[in-house]
């Protein structure tokens, strides 16, 4: 389950909630489109002419396949999607790593084979039967599925009883990364004490201090409802709020580099950023409205984490990476991704912090402010109670405290390492798409963008948008400011998150460089 959802047909709470999976919230249209969607969003800069995916490019393609698949099924996790991708890339990486002369694995002993064994195509047996273990552990549905894939790869299962054989290597990694991970925190079993006997449910008992309907305390995060097409109220809980006590890959506590507290909700700070997001969502152009959605669900729906190796794969392109770039490349970009996503749910955790969803509610009650009005109707007054972001109303805003940012933590972390890998900042990338896609599917520009009822000027190229990537650490930043411009967060939530992730990909770095030069302790 991603998280309990409750469900309510009326105001009354006699009859209580019905707890129900996120998979039964994804069966109707618009967020089954929101979950698959992959034509929203396009990296446009071609590869060059002679470039070639090395087999680790290939099978971090499979990964987010799986990942992406698993979405369709149950729907975004991006905690979970994020720990998938790092045990993913771990199996990659320590499967070659045997196969290195100095490289060390993230998980156990090394088992360095012989120099006569050290040929790519044994890197590439030993890397896929690891990769076929961790990812039918983690996607027991899709067993089938894998097993095809596998099987068109070259996977030859009788290999696995021959002693010494690069697949016997590859699967001893697989399953030692596997039976590691079963007791992480994560609760991938949902065998942890206090748990709902679900994998990956709280066993921590989370409790909201605000109720859907009633703010007992603004500095806290309140569950906010979302309305389904069927006309359904569901009030998702705290997704992951034990994620805090996962293992992580280098950070030595989940709240090592905790920041500081949020502002509260009656200071200066507050009042002035939370009038900044009323600002920007009351007038919001093509281009604002398309970088909303630049990192909302992310290419091919693998979340923050699958979109951050989806630029790594472009860095791959543009480098003409080999086998062994990538798998490093891979692996550090996805434990950085994992920390960080650690060390954000430590402070969501640790803060609970709001929302502007309930602080504009709250702060602004009785009042009018500018914002958005629903797909199709524009901007213009609206009360304050009914203020919302630029989102579908079956979808309003992710399921989880406001401070730190997700997304600006792992796009700090994320950008901070690839700049480290590969010795510079530049990018130089891009990504086309559509305003309005994931939001307002099939307005047109005149109404999408219309005032006070009254329908803009029609201007539908406007509505096809190239948002400009030049330097890993400006995309991170514009995937961080989208979420402000989204109506998601404070700026505080945004740039707090910035410098954590950054942080976070400084330890994470650190050992990602000690293993592969074989110095790690």
Request: aromatic share 10%; net charge neutral.
């Amino acid at each position: 389950l991603l998280f309990s959802l409750s469900l309510r047909s009326g105001e009354s709470r006699g009859e209580g909630p019905i707890v129900v999976s996120y998979a039964s919230m994804l069966r109707t249209p618009l967020l089954v489109a929101l979950a698959a969607s992959t034509f929203a969003a396009a990296q446009t800069k071609p590869a060059p002419p002679d470039f070639k995916p090395s087999f680790a490019y290939q099978l971090l393609e499979l990964s987010l396949d799986a990942t992406a698949r698993d979405i369709e099924r149950i729907g975004a996790r991006p905690t979970i999607n994020s720990r998938e991708l790092y045990l993913a890339t771990a199996a990659l990486y320590d499967a070659w790593a045997a196969y290195d002369a100095v490289a060390l694995p993230s998980h156990g002993a090394v088992d360095r084979r012989p120099a006569a064994e050290r040929t790519d195509a044994n890197r590439r047996k030993a890397m896929l039967a690891a990769l076929r273990v961790v990812l039918e552990d983690l996607y027991p549905a899709q067993k089938d599925w894998l097993g095809g894939q596998f099987k068109d790869r070259g996977f030859v299962a009788g290999a696995l009883t021959k002693k010494g054989s690069p697949e016997a290597v590859g699967n001893a990694v697989g399953l030692r990364i596997a039976d590691e991970h079963h007791h992480d925190g994560a609760n991938q079993l949902g065998d942890e004490r206090g748990g709902a006997a679900q994998p990956y449910a709280d066993y921590t008992f989370y409790s909201p201090v605000n109720g859907p309907d009633r703010v007992l305390d603004v500095d806290h995060w309140q569950p906010i409802p979302f309305t389904l097409d069927s006309g359904q109220v569901v009030r998702p809980g705290f997704l992951t709020p034990h994620w805090y006590r996962v293992k992580p890959f280098a950070l030595a506590r989940a709240d090592q580099l905790r920041p500081p507290p949020q502002p509260k909700a009656n200071t200066a700070q507050t009042k002035k950023e939370l009038d900044e997001v009323i600002a920007l969502n009351g007038s919001l152009t093509p281009e604002q409205k398309a970088t909303v959605e630049f990192m909302r669900d992310g290419p091919r729906s693998t979340g923050q984490s699958g979109h951050w190796l989806r630029f790594a794969q472009a860095v791959s392109r543009r480098d003409r990476h080999g086998l062994d770039k990538d798998v490093k490349l891979y692996f550090a970009v996805a434990a950085a991704c994992f920390d960080a996503f650690i060390a954000a749910w430590d402070t969501k955790r640790a803060y609970d912090g709001p929302r502007p969803w309930t602080l504009v509610r709250v702060l602004y009650a009785g009042k009018k402010v500018r914002g958005w009005l629903g797909p199709g109707k524009g901007v213009g007054d609206v009360p304050a109670e009914k203020w919302a972001p630029y989102s579908p109303a079956s979808f309003v805003t992710p399921p989880f405290p406001g401070y730190v940012s997700g997304h600006s933590t792992v796009s700090g972390a994320a950008s901070k390492t690839l700049a480290d890998f590969t010795g510079s900042d530049v990018f130089e990338d891009e990504d086309a798409r559509r305003a309005g896609t994931l939001t307002e599917l099939g307005a047109s520009h005149a109404v999408m963008q219309s005032v006070d009822g009254k329908k803009a000027v029609a201007d539908e190229k406007a509505c096809d948008v190239v948002l400009r990537l030049p330097t890993f650490s400006a995309t991170a930043e514009l995937a961080g400011f989208s979420r402000v411009l989204g109506g998601y967060h404070l700026q505080v939530d945004n740039v707090e998150g910035l410098g954590l992730g950054r942080k976070v990909s400084d330890v994470t770095w650190a050992r990602c460089s000690a293993l592969f030069s074989g110095k790690a302790k």
